[in-house]
């Protein structure tokens, strides 16, 4: 089998993934699972309230569910994705509730992740479920450039290890777009590769 399809299966089968993406390390699940999701969190030593974000695979399969996206929002979703940014975006559709509001509070904002698979990670793109995705850590420590990074603890209790090679290193830019259908509004959630003079030149 593929690394495409080993990752499909995993995700579909309820388990847990060590996946390059890239920016970092990052473990992967099914978005709607409680179990998965638990796993993560367990793994991390993460507060179980804390979203995940959303990972697709491409733009397409990501533009294919998310079809309640006004006009303003899609067209920044197009321009700035496949990329190294998490968009949040607001979710009236409360899609991936588990994974988006684990508190439990309602819908939560969305947050939307299409990493640009280049070179040897193109294949990835061939798989067409989403991901609950957090960066491969133990909460509060340093985002992984590569397996080696990764703690101990967490590649041994994934159930599937996909490496990449050494990675940038540094975690995705978070935009808000969670305003911009509305207003246009938007805002650096936290810094990454992508700066602020970039994105105002596609946000406006």
Not at 8 to 13: D, Q, T, V, Y
Not at 126 to 154: I, K, Y
Request: aromatic share 4%; proline share 8%.
């Amino acid at each position: 089998m593929t690394d495409a399809e080993c990752l499909e299966a995993c995700l579909a089968g309820d388990g847990v993934a060590l996946i390059p993406t890239d920016t970092v390390y990052g473990l992967a699940c099914n978005p709607d699972s409680e179990r998965a999701l638990r796993r993560v969190y367990e793994l991390k030593r993460r507060p179980p309230h804390k979203p995940a974000a959303v990972l697709f695979f491409s733009l397409q399969a990501a533009l294919a569910v998310l079809t309640e996206l006004g006009p303003r929002t899609c067209a920044s979703v197009e321009a700035l994705l496949p990329g190294p940014v998490t968009l949040l975006l607001a979710n009236p559709g409360d899609r991936y509730r588990r994974a988006c509001s684990p508190g439990g509070e309602g819908p939560g904002l969305l947050g939307l992740r299409v990493p640009e698979l280049s070179s040897e990670l193109a294949p990835l793109a061939a798989v067409r479920l989403p991901a609950a995705q957090s960066s491969a850590n133990l909460a509060g420590a340093s985002d992984p450039r590569t397996l080696d990074e990764v703690e101990v603890s967490l590649r041994r209790g994934v159930d599937l290890v996909i490496d990449g090679g050494e990675l940038p290193g540094t975690a995705s830019t978070v935009v808000d777009l969670s305003g911009y259908e509305a207003s246009g509004s938007w805002s650096i959630a936290r810094e990454g590769p992508v700066d602020a003079h970039s994105l105002s030149r596609i946000l406006g």
